[in-house]
């Protein structure tokens, strides 16, 4: 077997999932940990506009954030060696699937709808989540892109009830049995 720990460490990293998933947690751990850049495609689309995600929701509804965020996607996959926490919405549209998936290795951060609902319970910075029923919510989000989630991924973790650190050392194991080489074919 060919020695993997080399292209673990050049090998970008994109991690997608639902809100409450843990991604910005778990790649900060995880770039940190493999002393690589991290990158919030969620924080470089604020800090790039000079305003809040809830901010552009209002202002231009999802559909302009979700260009931003195409734009966003395209910019930060094309950089070698990185840890990407992307938006939980980021796999909506297929180019963003498309370069996720040919750029690096994807790994479906998977929790349930209990532990999202724990986890975002208090945020007033979700904008999809500001309603009478959040729960609802989170419910139809979950149909809707739970199957996009499963079909852009390379790897897919569970990160309910375990330690941020114990999922990241999971990460970490999983990439290195898995046969990087056939990535960009797929």
């Not at 532990?115 to 945020?123: G, I, V, Y």
Request: net charge neutral; aromatic share 4%.
């Amino acid at each position: 077997m060919p020695d993997v720990q080399p292209r673990l460490t050049t090998q970008s990293i994109f991690l997608i999932g639902p809100m409450g998933a843990g991604k910005s947690t778990l790649g900060r751990l995880l770039a940190a940990d493999l002393k690589r850049p991290f990158y919030d495609s969620d924080l470089v689309i604020e800090e790039r506009c000079g305003a809040s995600i809830p901010w552009i929701f209002d202002l231009e509804g999802e559909a302009g954030f979700r260009e931003r965020e195409a734009q966003m996607i395209d910019e930060l996959t094309q950089q070698e060696g990185i840890v990407l926490a992307t938006g939980g919405g980021a796999i909506l549209r297929p180019e963003n699937r498309q370069h996720l998936r040919e750029r690096g290795v994807v790994i479906f951060l998977r929790t349930t709808l209990t532990q999202q609902l724990a986890r975002t319970r208090k945020d007033r910075h979700r904008p999809l989540l500001q309603t009478a029923d959040p729960k609802a919510k989170l419910a139809q989000l979950r149909e809707e892109r739970e199957p996009l989630y499963q079909a852009t991924a390379h790897l897919i973790i569970d990160t309910d009830q375990r330690p941020p650190r114990q999922v990241m050392m999971d990460i970490k194991q999983r990439l290195l049995e898995l046969d990087l080489t056939t990535l960009g074919a797929q």
